[in-house]
Structure formats: structure tokens, C-alpha cells
């Protein structure tokens, strides 16, 4: 048994058993890997795979149970490695936060600031995708850190925290009839064309809900994935504009105008996830604890780790 073999059977299942598209991942030939999986089985004494001729179609019973230790094998090998890295450059190295274009360009970068003017020799990338890309690239190890409204919350392989609150709010261009209508109601709005977030993307589904709680079907003739797109539109006079409350800037935006709507949307909740049993670096903490104070390394430790909760822990390594 050995490293690569325990890659192939991994990637088999993450490519849905097509070993053309294991091989293309992992730079080998189809037949190196057919060969590795045989060899493997026969070591085993069991079939890993259902196989239909050459053809993989999923996993046996003991493939199940086997795809679990290997990944459980292969996170504890990229820890290893992050703890002789932890300790022997404490200060440098790679930080990978995926998330939504609304968190990394409006709550975000404040943190981002004061990050890298306390370590300044790591290397911090923003990776922008949709918050499902998010959780699948945090739970496989491409991002240390995701950061979403949706999608977090319900991988089980994560531990996610509560970073921030926020409502939705209707945004129109400046003279806009919107402005008299005091209160603001879900029937003005449903009045109006429509121009908010693409399905899956900031609390939509929460906007799609509290309309249909209302006996409403609003007219959406646009969507996007992010609120500078939607507020470029409504200038335009394309529709008025349903964005995140935090996606309005005064000082940017000053030809529309914000209109008060937190008494018609529920809050949604932005929230901070990692990997359970990832081994996070020092610094990857202190990111964390940037975003919200409360989110202490402890604090994290202990959600990602829960058997070790009350053992003493090291202020600058991982989850151990």
C-alpha cells in the first residue's frame, strides 16, 4: 500500500469512476492507475469498485469504508507537513480563502489590510466562486478558509461560525418614485422590474421566499452574481436593484439611493468555515479572529476538534 495508490482511489471517486479523467488529474497514464486499484484490491483481498466489464460504476461496501480512512489518511499527510512548516517558518507561507465576490470586495478587505500588515511574507489568495465551489474547495483542501452565506452551513466535513449579520436592501437611481413610499412594502417593490442575485448567490432564496410569503411573483428580469453588476443595470434604468445592505457605498454609489428595507427581509448570516481535522497554520487563525473577535483560535479549535476540547493547545499550531 503506498500514498499514490490511496490518491488514485480518491480521485476515482471525486471524477464519478472515469479513470481517463483520475489519470489526466494525477498526471499518469489510465493504465498506471487501473494497475494501481488492482494491485491494491489484491493486497486487500477485496473488490474497492462495481465494475461492469472495464467499466467503474461505484464503490463496493468495503470501498465505502475504505474511501473514508484514505481521506482521513491523506488530510493527516497535508497536516504533517503544515506543522514542521507551523514551526519552522512560523511567519511564512500560504494563506487560501475562498469566497463570494460581495464578501471580498465589500467585508473583506479591512481585514485583508490589517492581515498582511501583520505578516507580510504570507502569501493570502481570494479565490471568487459560488458558494457550493466554496464548500467543495474547502472540504477537499483548496482553500484553508471559505467564506459564504449559503452552502457552508450544511457540509457536514465543516466547521462553520457565524461572521457577520446582514439584511437585504432595495437600491433605484436617485429621484426614483421608490423614494416617497413610506413605509416601503414587498407590493411598491413587486410594482417595479427586478434586478438582484443569481440563484444561490446572497440569501437569494430567502428574497424568493419572503415574496411568495407575501402572495407575490415579482418580476426579475435580470440576475447576476454580484451586487456591483446588479447597481451598473439599475443606473442604467434597467430595474430597480435588491442587493446585500453592505454592498451600498455613499461615497460610490451617488447616484442611487438605499432605500430602508430591513423591516421587509429577514437577516441572513455570512459565516467563516474550515475543514474539520485540517491542521490550520498560526496565521490562518489570526485571519479568523480578524473577521470576528469572538472567533478566537480556541474557539475554532474546539468546533474543528471536538474530542480534544479542554486539552491544553498550543497558541500558534493547529487542531491537535
Known amino acids: 500500500m503506498n500514498f499514490q495508490q490511496l490518491r488514485i482511489i480518491r480521485e476515482t471517486v471525486r471524477q464519478g469512476f472515469n479513470l481517463t479523467d483520475v489519470a489526466s488529474a494525477l498526471f499518469t497514464s489510465q493504465s498506471g492507475v487501473s494497475k494501481h486499484i488492482k494491485d491494491l484490491e489484491d493486497e486487500l483481498g477485496v473488490e474497492l469498485f462495481v465494475r461492469r466489464g472495464k ?35 512560523a511567519d511564512h507561507g ?24 501583520a505578516f507580510p511574507r504570507v502569501h493570502l489568495v481570494l479565490h471568487q466562486a459560488s458558494p457550493g465551489e466554496i464548500a467543495a474547495m474547502v472540504q477537499d483542501g483548496q482553500a484553508d478558509i471559505g467564506v459564504a452565506t449559503e452552502a457552508l452551513a450544511e457540509a457536514p466535513e465543516l466547521a462553520s ?6 439584511h437585504h436592501s432595495v437600491v433605484v437611481p436617485v429621484g426614483h418614485p421608490l423614494e416617497a413610499v413610506r413605509p416601503l412594502t414587498l407590493e411598491a417593490i413587486a410594482e417595479h422590474p427586478i434586478i438582484t442575485y443569481h440563484d444561490g448567490f446572497t440569501g437569494r432564496a430567502y428574497l424568493d421566499r419572503t415574496f411568495a410569503n ?12 454580484d451586487a456591483d453588476v446588479i447597481k451598473t443595470y439599475v443606473e442604467l434604468g434597467l430595474g430597480i436593484g435588491i442587493i446585500a445592505s453592505v454592498a451600498f457605498d455613499p461615497l460610490r454609489d451617488q447616484t442611487l ?11 441572513n448570516t455570512t459565516r467563516i468555515a474550515v475543514r474539520k481535522g485540517h491542521y490550520l497554520r498560526g496565521f490562518a487563525y489570526r ?34
Open 55 to 89: 467499466r467503474f460504476l461505484g464503490l463496493t461496501d468495503p470501498g465505502k469504508d475504505l474511501v473514508a480512512i484514505v481521506e482521513r489518511m491523506l488530510l493527516d499527510a497535508r497536516n504533517i507537513k503544515s506543522l514542521a512548516d507551523q514551526y519552522s517558518q
Open 257 to 267: 439611493s438605499q432605500l430602508s428595507s430591513a423591516h421587509l427581509f429577514a437577516p
Open 161 to 166: 461560525f457565524a461572521y457577520y449579520a446582514w
Open 214 to 225: 407575501a402572495g407575490l411573483s415579482p418580476d426579475i428580469v435580470m440576475s447576476a452574481l
Open 287 to 320: 485571519f479568523i479572529e480578524l473577521c470576528a473577535s469572538i472567533l478566537t483560535e480556541s474557539v475554532v479549535r474546539s468546533a474543528t476538534r471536538p474530542e480534544l476540547e479542554g486539552e491544553p493547545h498550543s497558541q500558534s499550531g493547529g487542531p491537535w
Open 94 to 117: 500560504r494563506l487560501t480563502v475562498a469566497t463570494t465576490h460581495t464578501q471580498a470586495r465589500y467585508a473583506l478587505p479591512a481585514v485583508v489590510s490589517k492581515f498582511k500588515e
